[in-house]
């Protein structure tokens, strides 16, 4: 059915939507209907009107979600009209995984009318100094973890094509990674490849992992083996990744009956970078995937702890707007749920001539500054090598 996913999707009706991955594809098109929220309970506004939608057909069916990093609603930016949260029934959606083969038409395609685009501007706030500002108050008990986000701006070549880039980011990201593209109302786009899974469902058995500690790959076996060494043996690192663990366990905990949490982190792979991976699994009381998403997103890999201190002092500081990255992009069915963190991503102006990169990381008490702007660099490469821009 999709034996070419970037194709399927650059052939598709706008807005459009892919998401592929080792475990399968799935490209949306067009929009049949949709509800958005913004704002504290933007979650809970989303369900009812999922809800409502599923009791005007008799059935729940297969939708599309997105969650951007801020709650609150559209503001002038190169985000432009996106809000805080989204579903939407595709005119056509298709999932192809081992568990399922879809294809959902729901009515006629049909193609929004864009509109302007916002002016690109983007202050300069000091990256380093934020990050010791982000230590320098851990020290002082006002958090235990921040994570500090940075964009640059490039000019893309003339001859980009939005579909090699998608092939350049699936080549570039390592196995494992979701390779994801999505349409904005005013025909920008956000595309990347992420090595984060949030929330995947099959019935009422999920699975989720905490993916913090980073290293640089290379092509030395030996050399590697010595980074991943002293990547477990970080005090530092093992700290950041730690407690995004206990912020998935203390989610997942009261809505499960007993789950299986790895007992140590190991080492995975993503391209050009090496994380700490520890997976979790358990079994929901109630799958009411919507209701999860809510209690695991934001992770302190993408935000902090605790979150909601977290989230507060990044939007007086941060002085940039995430938009989608670090969000929540994914797909809920009748009985199975997937959604993953957009990280390593950028904003592709709608003429296609700008592209804003972004990349973030997380701050414990004992982070330099230095060297947290080199993991970021790290993380910006791999997205810079797939659009040709900058120095990736």
């Not at 991955?21 to 809970?44: I, K, M, N, Q």
């Not at 989230?311 to 007086?316: E, G, I, K, N, V």
């Not at 990255?325 to 592709?348: D, E, H, K, M, T």
Request: charged share 25%; aromatic share 6%; proline share 6%.
């Amino acid at each position: 059915m999709l034996s070419d996913p970037i194709q399927a999707w650059s052939e598709a009706a706008f807005p459009r939507t892919l998401l592929w991955d080792d475990a399968g594809v799935a490209v949306a098109e067009g929009v049949a209907w949709d509800a958005s929220a913004s704002g504290p309970g933007r979650g809970l506004r989303l369900a009812r009107a999922l809800g409502r939608l599923e009791g005007s057909r008799g059935s729940l069916p297969w939708v599309m979600g997105a969650l951007a990093f801020e709650d609150a609603g559209p503001a002038a930016s190169p985000w432009g009209a996106v809000p805080g949260a989204r579903l939407w029934l595709p005119s056509r959606l298709r999932i192809q995984r081992e568990e399922v083969e879809l294809d959902q038409i729901e009515g006629e395609l049909r193609s929004p009318a864009k509109v302007a685009p916002v002016a690109w501007t983007h202050p300069p706030h000091g990256f380093k100094d934020l990050v010791e500002d982000a230590a320098g108050l851990i020290r002082e008990g006002a958090f235990r973890k921040v994570v500090v986000a940075r964009a640059v701006d490039h000019h893309l070549p003339a001859d980009h094509r939005d579909d090699v880039a998608l092939a350049r980011l699936k080549a570039n990201a390592g196995t494992g990674a979701c390779v994801y593209a999505q349409d904005l109302p005013d025909g920008a786009l956000f595309l990347g490849a992420t090595p984060e899974l949030l929330l995947a469902a099959r019935g009422s058995v999920v699975e989720t992992h905490a993916l913090a500690g980073t290293c640089a790959a290379s092509d030395d076996e030996e050399i590697d083996l010595a980074r991943v060494g002293a990547l477990v043996a970080s005090t530092k690192e093992r700290k950041e990744h730690g407690l995004v663990v206990e912020h998935l366990v203390a989610g997942l905990r009261p809505r499960c009956r007993p789950f299986a949490v790895e007992a140590s982190p190991h080492p995975r792979r993503c391209g050009s970078l090496i994380h700490l991976e520890t997976r979790i699994a358990a079994e929901l009381t109630d799958p009411d995937y919507l209701d999860v998403i809510a209690a695991l997103h934001p992770t302190p890999a993408t935000c902090g702890l605790p979150a909601a201190a977290a989230a507060s002092w990044l939007a007086r500081h941060e002085r940039l707007r995430r938009g989608l990255y670090c969000g929540a992009l994914g797909w809920i069915g009748p009985a199975s749920c997937r959604a993953v963190v957009p990280l390593r991503g950028a904003l592709l102006s709608a003429d296609r001539t700008l592209a804003r990169v972004f990349a973030g990381c997380g701050v414990v008490e004992t982070s330099d500054q230095q060297l947290e702007y080199e993991e970021t660099e790290l993380k910006l490469a791999l997205v810079r090598r797939s659009l040709r821009v900058g120095h990736g």
